[in-house]
T-cell receptor, first 110, second 112 residues
């Protein structure tokens, strides 16, 4: 069953702006991960945040996790054309697998 | 030095045919997976193997049969292909279950 759901489905921003996308999930989790998928390519791991963490940074990426609301957000700061991709959250709900949502498609306009 | 490689990248075939997709990882990981991504980009796990042992088998038609000859390889054989099998199939691996996944580039299957 699908666990994470991303919002919005699609996002279009100007280069240099920040992009924020959200992920909501249904059950308790051990960790939550974000992945990027460029068109026609495989998914690439971006960041993992554990259930006892609230915020994590990696370069221009900032991820927050609110377990009380069962939600996470991914912020990409100072976006670039190369950030154009689909972004997926994946949750580990203690069932030995990662469950993905359908992703947020981000378009960065030059 | 491709970490997770899968072949072929594209398959176009007729309904009723049988096809196979091969996957190899050179990361030394113990766990390998097959995921299916549909036309709406929804990614769903199909199978997971840990050290050649099947540990996850989601509700997948038994026309789909995974095989892991060793922990670096996981193949997917599909019998009697149907139109609804058209999708992109991704192989992935991880060192531990539910840890960071490393994905292949995908195999796009089109059933006519």
């Amino acid at each position: 069953s699908q666990q994470g759901e991303e919002d919005p489905q699609a996002l279009s921003i100007q280069e240099g702006e920040n992009a924020t996308m959200n992920c909501s999930y249904k059950t308790s989790i051990n960790n939550l991960q974000w992945y990027r998928q460029n068109s026609g390519r495989g998914l690439v791991h971006l960041i993992l945040i554990r259930s006892n963490e609230r915020e994590k940074h990696s370069g221009r990426l900032r991820v927050t996790l609110d377990t009380s609301k069962k939600s996470s957000s991914l912020l990409i700061t100072a976006s670039r054309a190369a950030d154009t991709a689909s972004y997926f959250c994946a949750t580990d709900a203690d069932d030995y697998k990662l469950s993905f949502g359908a992703g947020t498609t981000v378009t960065v306009r030059a | 030095d491709t970490a997770v490689s899968q072949t072929p990248k594209y398959l176009v075939t007729q309904m009723g045919n049988d096809k196979s997709i091969k996957c190899e990882q050179n990361l030394g990981h113990d766990t390998m997976y097959w995921y299916k991504q549909d036309s709406k980009k929804f990614l769903k796990i199909m199978f997971s193997y840990n050290n050649k042992e099947l540990i996850i088998n989601e509700t997948v038609p038994n026309r789909f049969s995974p095989k892991s000859p060793d922990k670096a390889h996981l193949n997917l054989h599909i019998n009697s292909l149907e139109l609804g099998d058209s999708a992109v199939y991704f192989c992935a691996s991880s060192q531990v279950q539910t840890g960071e996944l490393f994905f292949g580039e995908g195999s796009r299957l089109t059933v006519l």
